[in-house]
Nanobody, 121 residues
Framework: VQLQASGGGLVQAGGSLRLSCAAS????????MGWFRQAPGKEREFVAG??????STDYVDSVKGRFIISRDSATVTLQMNSLQPKDTAVYYCAASRFPRSAKEVFEYDYWGQGTLVTVSS
């Protein structure tokens, strides 16, 4: 499956952005979906994940209460609120062969191209 991420940009601290990820075939099927991010000089890290039916979600501690992941049959979104400079990174959406919410990079099989989020102080 090919994934296309969009919605990144420049925002001031405290602002919001909404990232979207769509599958080229028009459906996400039963893939578990996730968002990861990678800041310059750092490893790619898990941000949020959602199970195939949207019934289960997970978040890294640093975004709990600020980010919300959701999905429908065709897209997965990441609503990011109260953004902070430490959230600056390239954000990637990914699809996992596991239908649950997966947290590890190796559990994901397909990756979008990444979208840059920059939060200014």
């Amino acid at each position: 499956v090919q994934l296309q991420a969009s919605g990144g940009g420049l925002v001031q601290a405290g602002g919001s952005l909404r990232l979207s990820c769509a599958a080229s075939g028009g459906t996400l099927g039963t893939y578990g979906m996730g968002w990861f991010r990678q800041a310059p000089g750092k490893e790619r890290e898990f941000v949020a994940g959602v199970s195939w039916n949207g019934g289960s979600t997970d978040y890294v501690d640093s975004v709990k209460g600020r980010f919300i992941i959701s999905r429908d049959s065709a897209t997965v979104t990441l609503q990011m609120n109260s953004l902070q400079p430490k959230d600056t990174a390239v954000y990637y959406c990914a699809a996992s062969r596991f239908p649950r919410s997966a947290k590890e990079v190796f559990e994901y099989d397909y990756w979008g191209q990444g979208t840059l989020v920059t939060v200014s102080s």
